[in-house]
């Protein structure tokens, strides 16, 4: 749920520069990262380097471009969806 409410966080966010600025402006994912953990935004990608040289520039590089409020909304709900509890069908056989 936290990421649902954060990806809505970030698209009143964005809505709210984008009606000042007259334009779209969406943060991404990677500039939200590397403002509010800076550190670990650095040791990602020394870490993504030592795996693999093509991990950061074309994989993880691309996917920090996303807008951040799709991909925290996108994150939470797929988690959502997840961890939801079955529903027992009443009635009918399972054998």
């Known amino acids: 749920m936290l990421l ?3 990806g809505f966080a ?3 966010i964005d809505g709210t520069r984008s009606i000042a600025a007259g334009t ?4 991404s994912f990677g500039d939200l990262f590397a403002s509010a953990l800076p550190k670990q935004f650095l040791a990602l990608q020394a870490a993504a380097e ?3 040289p093509k991990l950061w520039n074309p994989v993880l590089l691309d996917l920090l471009l996303i807008p951040a409020s799709l991909l925290l909304a996108l994150v939470g ?4 969806w997840l961890v939801r509890s079955r529903t027992i069908a009443v009635g009918y056989l399972t054998r």
């Open 24 to 27: 779209l402006l969406l943060i």
């Open 50 to 52: 030592r795996m693999h």
């Open 10 to 12: 970030s698209a009143v």
């Open 77 to 80: 709900v797929l988690l959502l």
């Open 4 to 6: 649902i409410a954060g």
